[in-house]
């Protein structure tokens, strides 16, 4: 694998709560990126960013916001988790318009 | 609006077979199209890539098709083989982000 690492892996939380994910690279890739996947939707961008504190948002980002201060990292936060933001969540780094390279992912689990 | 659709959803062919997986795209900016595949409990790893200045890449058993008119491109797997069996992703890339489809699970009989 890339030098991508996601985590947690797995997490419980419940409703309400704050939770953030961390994804950490070694590649000073330029671009990164927070992913969700779910049963019959395949991968829908939640946020990106295209360099250190410049972000932007994707096609699923209501209830996220995202801090890249660094290079490397790369952080979600859901600011009130909700049962819909139950999923498998993907952080993925590449340079402009060049494959993707994605981490193992995090299972994440609102009760 | 989706603006990448991919098709079939599954897929079951026999050891051997060619499966052919299709995606189409709306928007023109896309200048970048990656397929990925996905085994469970994975993220997706890069199979092939195309831009839409050529028709046709081979890497292997692996071959993309572009179809820049129609909007359209394809994956083909040559004598496909039991290792096969993943969730294959097509996607379009424009601006440094990716639109993927909704997936493809194949599945190769012995």
């Known amino acids: 694998d890339a030098g991508i690492t996601q985590s947690p892996r797995h997490k419980v939380t419940e409703t309400g709560t704050p939770v953030t994910l961390r994804c950490h690279q070694t590649?000073?890739?330029?671009?990164m990126y927070w992913y969700r996947q779910d049963p019959g939707h395949g991968l829908r961008l939640i946020h990106y960013?295209?360099?250190?504190?410049?972000?932007d948002k994707g096609e699923v980002s209501d209830g996220y916001s995202v801090s890249r201060s660094k290079t490397e990292d790369f952080l979600l936060t859901l600011e009130s988790a909700t049962s819909s933001q139950t999923s498998v969540y993907f952080c993925?780094?590449?340079?402009?318009?060049?494959?993707?390279?994605f981490g193992q992912g995090t299972r994440l689990t609102v009760v | 609006q989706q603006q990448v659709k991919q098709s079939p959803q599954s897929l079951i062919v026999q050891k051997g077979g060619i499966p052919i997986i299709n995606c189409a795209y709306e928007?023109?900016?896309?200048?970048?199209f990656p397929w990925y595949q996905q085994f469970p409990g994975k993220g997706p790893a890069l199979l092939i890539a195309?831009?839409?200045?050529?028709s046709e890449k081979k890497e292997g058993r692996f071959t993309i098709s572009f179809n820049k008119s129609a909007k359209q491109f394809s994956l083909h797997i040559m004598d496909s083989q039991p290792g096969d069996s993943a969730t294959y992703f097509c996607?379009?890339?424009?601006?440094?982000?990716?639109?993927f489809g909704d997936g493809t699970t194949l599945t190769v009989k012995p």
């Open positions: 996607a379009a890339t424009h601006a440094g982000k990716s639109t």
């Open positions: 195309i831009r839409p200045d050529v």
């Open positions: 928007n023109t900016a896309f200048d970048y």
């Open positions: 590649e000073n890739h330029r671009y």
């Open positions: 960013s295209y360099g250190v504190k410049d972000t």
């Open positions: 993925a780094i590449s340079e402009l318009n060049t494959e993707a390279f």
